[in-house]
């Protein structure tokens, strides 16, 4: 009888054995199911992303048709191809005071630059910050205006003898409004539409530089604005000033856009008198150029749907900052969803449109140490997933550069559209050709693995013979000394 009860027990002790590897094989079969459908979406993901050199190719010239098309008529693309009235940059030979108002967002700055000419360059430069109270974003155009030129007196104020101008003459300001302007001159334009957080009904479709002007008359200020630019026109004007070989401007941030330097004989739609220069500059709000030839997945397709501007600055959604981050949340949500990637649970805070963004993304994806500590602290501080695997962590930061390559890699074959329609991009004159791009911007001065990608990539395009004579240079704060200098080169006492 006690033979039949051990038998009896081992037998069961034997089944609860196999019922428990069972448990465990399936459990470990369902993960392993899971975990390649993970990897089956990034896979897919990084497919549509690929920017092989013949793709960029085409995209940059899809971009030098765009150009030509806006160019030769006002909405003949999709490209506004703006002209700056921008056609005297600074040489390095401009002397005097001058000041620069740079109003782009929430803060404006107001700075003062002293030039000494040829020999000294710039001999000073001054600057103060001002942040501009919610209440005067939405209210009137004369409370927002009347502010900023109180606060322009007050800077005035603080000065001392050795600012003093000679009598008779008035000082005079490059005004930088990063908004979109209808441009009439260079001292002249008028607002679109507020963007940004701003909405004030009464400046809609009036000349920002009268309003300025009215207002500095009201508060007693003795200046007079000499030019109107847009941020990036501003830093390619600041890049001229340090290096006669500047030629375009870049600016990768939260958002985007280029400038460059035209034959104005090459733009149709220029019905005034040739400049003396022969040259213009053009405001080309690249951010909004779009191809049929650009890697777009249904990730940036849904992003674009559910923007406050779908079907618009469709380029800009996949190259500049405000938008990678978020590619990166709708694959991983995806990836939570589809394929329990953060566990059966699919994190609540994933669901949130913008919550991870990319100076984050950054981050994870510059993180070097063994276990990917920093990718897991983001995870946990921004989406509260308190735990993950390594494996899961090296995942993200495969998807982080994915998505950070193709932005940098789709930069550069913009930047090759520009070379190509000004005829940079092959070689003429071995020793004397220069060509040199300004950049500024968050996104490219530090996502290091962004901005690398971007200047080697521009190597790939261009071969080894080209790429020598082709530099990038970071031209910090270009926006607001490019004014002043503007005010300079286009001074009304020249």
């Known amino acids: 009888m006690e033979k039949k009860v051990v038998v009896a027990v081992v037998c069961t002790a034997a089944v609860a054995g196999a019922v428990a590897t069972a448990v465990v094989m399936r459990r470990k079969m369902r993960e392993d199911g899971k ?36 160019l030769a008529s006002e909405g003949g693309s999709k490209l506004k191809m703006l002209v700056s009235y921008v056609d005297n940059l ?22 003062r630059v002293q030039l000494g000419g040829t020999d000294t360059g710039l001999v000073s430069q001054e600057f103060a910050e001002v942040s501009i109270p919610p209440s005067l974003m939405t209210g009137t155009s004369d409370a927002l ?27 005079e300001l490059g005004f930088t409004f990063s908004f979109p302007v209808l441009q009439m001159s260079i001292a002249s334009g008028t607002l679109v539409r507020w963007t940004k957080g701003f909405s004030i009904s009464d400046t809609v479709g009036q000349d920002v530089v009268s309003e300025l002007t009215k207002a500095m008359e009201r508060q007693g200020v003795g200046m007079i604005v000499s030019a109107l630019v847009n941020d990036t026109v501003g830093t390619l004007a600041g890049g001229r000033y340090t290096n006669k070989d500047v030629v375009a401007a870049v600016i990768l941030g939260t958002g985007t856009n280029a400038a460059y330097v035209e034959r104005a004989q090459a733009i149709p739609k220029w019905h005034g008198a040739l400049p003396r220069s022969g040259e213009m500059v053009i405001n080309m709000e690249w951010g909004n150029f779009r191809s049929s030839h650009l890697p777009l997945t249904d990730y940036d397709n849904s992003l674009d749907a559910e ?6 600055q469709v380029f800009e959604k996949v190259i500049s900052g405000m938008y990678l981050g978020e590619v990166v949340r709708r694959v991983l949500l995806r990836m939570a969803e589809e394929a329990a990637f953060f566990g059966d649970i699919v994190p609540p805070k994933l669901k949130i449109p913008f919550i991870l963004r990319t100076p984050e993304m950054s981050a994870m994806h510059h993180d ?4 990917l500590k920093v990718v897991g602290n983001k995870l946990k501080d921004i989406l509260e997933i308190s735990t993950t695997s390594l494996k899961t962590r090296r995942v993200i930061v495969e998807l ?81 000394i490019g004014a002043a200098l503007l005010a300079a080169s286009h001074s009304q006492y020249l």
């Open 90 to 111: 600074p040489t390095g030979d401009e002397k005097g005071l001058f000041y620069a108002l740079d109003l782009g967002g929430t803060n404006f700055r107001v700075l």
């Open 35 to 70: 975990w390649a459908k993970a990897m089956e979406i990034l896979k897919e993901f990084d497919e549509k992303c690929a920017t092989p050199i013949a793709k960029l190719k085409q995209v940059a010239d899809a971009m030098v048709v765009e150009m030509h098309a806006g």
């Open 400 to 480: 982080c550069n994915i998505v950070a390559t193709r932005g940098a890699r789709l930069a550069a074959a913009g930047i090759l559209a520009i070379l190509k329609k000004i005829g940079r991009d092959t070689l003429k004159d071995v020793d004397t050709q220069k060509t040199v791009i300004a950049m500024d911007g968050g996104l490219y001065e530090h996502y290091t693995e962004y901005s690398k990608c971007l200047e080697n990539t521009m190597a790939e395009l261009l071969g080894d013979e080209v790429s020598k004579t082709i530099v990038i240079e970071h031209a910090n704060d270009g926006s607001g």
């Open 307 to 312: 923007s406050l501007n779908p079907g618009e």
């Open 145 to 171: 205006f009347d502010y900023i030129a109180a606060e322009l007196a007050k800077f005035v104020a603080e000065e001392g003898q050795e600012h003093e101008l000679p009598p008779g003459k008035k000082r």
């Open 368 to 371: 070097t140490s063994p276990d």
